[in-house]
């Protein structure tokens, strides 16, 4: 990898890229360090939230209290981050997972 390519990968911003299992101990270590940046999002990978529910369905937005709007953020927020430290092939695998901690089950499962 280039060293501009390198640094880029390597920031506070930009999730570390898995590619396969040539990288995937680094890219568990890196990634669980990167969404710890805010406890709550690794608390969504690693404990899941809990959909709210209303009438056997999920409740509407706006009938969502503060805190299940705050743990379903937490959750988009680590989903994206782990979605796009994914390679192409990583992502096939976790296209019908629904939240931070099924991705992150997926592919520890993939991999280990």
């Given amino acids: 990898m280039a060293q501009s390519n390198w640094q880029e ?9 898995l590619l396969g299992a040539e990288n995937y101990n680094d890219w568990k270590f890196r990634m669980k360090f990167f969404l ?9 990978v690693e404990n899941g939230i809990i959909i709210p529910m209303k009438d056997g369905k999920p409740k509407p937005v706006k009938e969502l209290t503060a805190d299940e709007v705050n743990s379903l953020n937490y959750n988009a927020r680590a989903m994206n981050s782990l ?4 390679s192409s092939t990583e992502l096939r695998k976790v296209s019908a997972c629904t939240s931070a901690k099924q991705v992150w089950d997926t592919i520890k499962v993939s991999h280990e």
Avoid at 9 to 17: A, D, T
Avoid at 38 to 43: A, I, L, M, Q
């Fill in 9 to 17: 990968r390597h920031s506070n911003n930009i999730p570390p890229l």
């Fill in 36 to 44: 710890q940046k805010d406890v709550y999002e690794w608390d969504a």
């Fill in 83 to 86: 979605l796009n430290g994914l």
